[in-house]
């Protein structure tokens, strides 16, 4: 059987418009193969929502806006939405406009109630939406544009009041001082730097000869500390009361000598007793400048001392 050539165009072009409609149908978000139920909701302000925007339960796309009209008479607009039959849309459910971004774009919230009742396909249910994208940048533009013009407000106060002016001004000032101080500094520090680095060189080299006579200084003290244990020990106060007691005891003797009293007075006046005596004296002073030659002999306070001292009348032949 042949196919006449008009036959074949009918069927290209229904099989391309078939192709057409389910091409249109696809972008605008309808699956044909899926049933919807429809429902309506009236606004006095849609505030610029269009068909094809979404429809979303909790958040989740389900559907789209199917139409947007304006009733001539009363001039209330009305809204279609389209829902796959398989989601339960309940009788007191609210279709609610909504921003979906920061530009300004409108799409619906379907938000169930709680009645145990589901609306039939066609029913009206109640209508809601969003503050309008200005009105909620406004609500949060508010309070910062009062501070801002309170902000200016004092800013203009100070200005008109010659504050700020005066504020740059010693802050200028302060600078400049600061500016002098810095360069008093720096020709302080260069014309005294050769001074310096000389000081520095004392303080080293002292420092050096301090560390150096460590050694010598730890002796010193050495020797003081054994000296004045060895004063310590010695008993000068006795030796001082004795002394005295010795004096005195001596003055007492000479005394009677010169008034003839004693064994001593009584020879005073024989000549032989006089030599003796002339040269026990002479004897004495012999003694006298021995001790002040050397005094270590007599008065040193360790056996040390007193041997030094021996050795140095040994050596002069004294």
Partial sequence: MK???????????????????????????????????????????VEGLFKSNPVMVNGYKVGQVSDVKMDPESLKIMVEIKVPDHIKVTKDAVIKIVNT????????????????????????????????????????????????????????????????????ENLNKTLNTAEKAIASVENVITTKNGKLDAVLAD?????????????????ILGDLNETSNELKEADLKGTIASLKSTIEEVNATFSNINKGQGSIGKLATDEALYKKLDLAIENMNKLIVDIEKYPSRYTGITNGQRRKADKKKKKAGD
């Fill in 101 to 168: 971004d920061l530009i300004g774009s409108k799409g619906t919230h379907l938000i169930m109630g709680t009645s145990s009742e589901y609306a039939r396909s066609g029913d009206t249910l109640k209508a809601d939406k969003d503050q309008g994208m200005a009105k909620a940048i406004g609500k949060l533009i508010m309070p910062l544009s009062e501070k801002i013009n309170i902000l200016l407000t004092e800013l203009n106060d100070q200005i008109s009041g010659n504050q700020i002016k005066t504020t740059l």
């Fill in 203 to 219: 303080l080293n080299s002292m420092t050096t000869d301090l560390k150096a006579s460590t050694p010598m200084v730890k002796n």
């Fill in 3 to 45: 196919i006449s050539n008009e036959t074949k165009v009918g069927v290209l072009a229904s099989i391309s418009i078939t192709i057409l409609i389910l091409g249109y149908n696809f972008m605008k978000g309808e699956n044909l193969f899926t049933s919807y139920n429809t429902y309506y909701s009236y606004y006095d302000d």
